[in-house]
């Protein structure tokens, strides 16, 4: 059983294609793992105010006429922060996409969420480590049962929670069961400033750009020799919001 200090929120996220930033929720799932060993569940389609490319609906299964109805994100996005708040979170490949995904979606509509404070454990990575495969086949193997519910985000969600309890059961000797270490064992600490991975941490913990023709640069080293660069830079439409606010907000604070 998990060693639970505060709510471990796995969710899934179901979207018409897989670029941050351009592509659009169509489907959360949530559940909760609470202290007290409970489950507690939401789930919402969503309307993403785009066609759903066919290839992404034969993936999950959502068309344009299941979510016409649906409401669209800014709508519900209170009630998915209400079901996020004062959780850690967990996923199947969060790091690199749910997490970030959300976060950038969050920003399109007005709403800041990027919880830098919460640990987030990644059941794929996890996985990977012990035995590299996807869910359908970690499910198999920790749970001895076929995925039916395959790309269904909240059947997606309750195998990955399915699974979670499998590993901390199955290797009791290598994996503690708590939230800080199976985050560290995921990697989340490792993550970038921003959601959408653009920018970097130096060994000094100062924010730098990832790309570019400065790549590995500090904003402040940019600044000094550089500052057209760095103002041109903050117009770029490409850029994804995030990212933008992380290096508004670090230059602030270098200019404070």
Not at 85 to 114: H, I, K, Q, S
Not at 148 to 158: F, I, R, S, T, W
Not at 170 to 195: A, I, M, T
Request: glycine content about 8%; proline content about 6%.
């Amino acid at each position: 059983m998990l060693m639970l200090e505060r709510p471990l929120a796995i969710f899934d996220l179901e979207t018409t294609g897989i670029r941050i930033g351009r592509d659009r929720i169509v489907q959360i799932g949530i559940v909760r793992l609470m202290p007290g060993g409970e489950r507690e569940r939401y789930q919402s389609l969503v309307n993403p105010g785009m066609p759903i490319p066919p290839e992404a609906s034969e993936v999950h299964g959502i068309t344009d006429a299941d979510v016409a109805d649906a409401p669209d994100l800014k709508a519900i996005a209170s009630d998915i922060l209400g079901q996020l708040e004062g959780c850690d979170l967990g996923g199947f490949n969060c790091l690199r996409f749910d997490v970030p995904f959300l976060a950038e979606e969050m920003a399109r509509v007005g709403v800041e969420w990027y919880p830098s404070a919460a640990r987030v454990v990644d059941v794929q990575r996890i996985y990977h480590r012990m035995e590299p495969r996807d869910l359908s086949a970690a499910l198999r193997f920790y749970c001895d049962r076929d995925h039916a519910g395959a790309h269904d985000a909240l059947a997606d969600v309750e195998a990955t929670a399915d699974v979670l309890l499998a590993q901390v059961q199955r290797y009791p000797d290598r994996l503690k069961p708590s939230v800080d270490f199976l985050g560290e064992l995921s990697g989340d600490r490792d993550r970038s400033p921003d959601p959408a991975g653009k920018l970097r941490y130096d060994d000094r913990g100062h924010i730098c750009i990832g790309f570019g023709k400065y790549q590995g640069w500090n904003l402040e080293t940019i600044g000094r020799n550089d500052p057209g660069y760095l103002q041109w830079l903050m117009t770029k439409a490409e850029l994804p919001a995030t990212t933008l606010t992380v290096m508004r907000n670090a230059l602030a604070d270098l200019t404070a």
